[in-house]
């Protein structure tokens, strides 16, 4: 027994009658109040009849009631004005305990109730529910999907405010912060993030008109240009680096920090810095034109970027390679979106109490497709199908922040499979 499933009975009414204190006094909960996930009673503003007096105020939660001792409460000040303490075993006198009541509840639930809990806290499938999933509800996935979409974004929303702190609400180059960070995606992401903090936006807008000094600052900046170039294309580079680097004092980050093990060559970061460069080239405007976009396809318009025609032929600074254009695929413009225009609308809903964007946001995901990765293969070995990027995203929210944490008891589809014969 542990607490998270005591408070889970509470919270949903799922204690059977008779309830009474350990003085015999019956008990009836007219609300069992509201969960509080800070310092405190367990939960707060309930109200409970016990006896003929009804009560209102906090309810605190343990699985014995000695635990009131060894959690310390009895010197709290928060814990002198609880109505009720809830435990599964009381194993200790009444007397001892306080002036409040004591409601033993270890009779009062379905057992079974609590042997599929448990039967979820000791799997080791892929989620816990992963034998009994089938039977889940729709409108239980449903709901689920929309509360951890929402939580997602505001999860990734609340990501974009630590950028703008640093620079101190500047949208522009927040967003430009923010676009950097994702073209480096999971593996390069906090990578491209120390290259754009280490090189502000106004300086790479002083040179928009030349390609060749944007890649000249941003690959100078990144540190991967060789003391000794490899090749023509490398020395001209270098020389301007040095050159601008002198005129803004620029410090470039370290080279180790970028990542090219187990990387496809497309993805390797002297490409995706080659394409930032050219997202760059000739535009002030990026996020004026993005937050000006209805639908995901104009946004992919506007974020149309390919790299400069030296790495037509090359995946790195002086080794050959066979020709190609170096121009991102419809996934990665789709994950731009995901994981930066997304979540920064919804940001600019939230500050600016805009709920036009906050529904843009939501939309853009329902116009892109689902990404295909290890998460939505699981997901898929379990019968989901997914018709778009708000459902993907939604579950691959519900398998890293519920499933893999066993947070079954907050989970909807959890409690719907519990709730189940």
Not at 314 to 332: A, E, L, M, T, W
Not at 346 to 354: A, E, I
Request: charged letters at 20%.
């Amino acid at each position: 027994m542990n607490e998270a499933f005591i408070n889970y009975l509470w919270h949903n009414s799922l204690l059977r009658a008779p309830l009474v204190t350990t003085q015999g006094q019956p008990i009836y909960v007219i609300n069992p109040g509201e969960l509080n996930a800070d310092a405190g009673p367990d939960f707060a503003n309930a109200r409970i009849k016990i006896g003929e007096e009804i009560w209102a105020g906090n309810v605190e939660i343990h699985v014995r009631a000695s635990d009131w001792y060894k959690h310390n409460h009895a010197d709290t000040e928060d814990y002198k004005t609880i109505i009720l303490h809830v435990v599964h075993d009381c194993d200790v006198p009444d007397n001892a305990l306080g002036q409040f009541p004591t409601m033993e509840i270890k009779n009062c639930y379905d057992p079974q109730l609590y042997f599929k809990y448990e039967a979820f806290m000791y799997a080791k499938t892929w989620v816990p529910c992963a034998a009994s999933f089938s039977i889940s509800s729709d409108i239980a996935r449903l709901s689920m999907a929309e509360k951890c979409i929402y939580e997602r974004i505001d999860r990734k929303a609340s990501e974009i405010e630590k950028l703008m702190v640093f620079t101190v609400n500047n949208q522009e180059e927040t967003f430009y912060m923010l676009l950097a960070r994702c073209f480096g995606l999971k593996v390069n992401s906090q990578a491209f993030e120390m290259l754009a903090r280490s090189i502000p936006l106004t300086i790479l807008l002083k040179h928009r008109d030349q390609l060749n000094q944007l890649e000249a600052l941003l690959f100078g900046q990144s540190g991967l240009l060789a003391d000794d170039a490899r090749d023509e294309y490398e020395y001209e580079l270098k020389r301007e680096y040095l050159f601008l680097r002198k005129k803004y004092n620029l410090v470039p980050i370290p080279s180790h920090v970028w990542k090219f093990m187990r990387l496809m060559p497309a993805s390797f970061p002297t490409i995706r810095i080659a394409q930032f460069a050219n997202l760059l080239h000739g535009s002030s405007h990026v996020l004026a034109r993005v937050l000006a976009c209805d639908t995901a396809e104009a946004i992919i318009e506007v974020l149309q970027c390919i790299a400069s025609p030296y790495w037509d032929t090359h995946y790195q600074f002086g080794i050959p390679s066979q020709r190609s254009v170096k121009k991102p695929s419809n996934d990665f413009y789709n994950l731009l979106i995901i994981n930066a225009i997304v979540p920064y609308l919804f940001l600019q809903g939230k500050v600016f109490d805009n709920h036009e964007h906050k529904e843009k946001a939501i939309g853009l995901l329902e116009q892109i497709a689902p990404e295909n990765n290890a998460l939505t293969r699981g997901w898929s070995s379990l019968g989901l199908e997914f018709k778009d990027a708000f459902n993907s995203q939604a579950f691959n929210e519900l398998k890293t922040k519920y499933c893999n944490q066993k947070r079954c008891l907050e989970c909807r589809i959890g409690h719907n499979i519990l709730g189940k014969d």
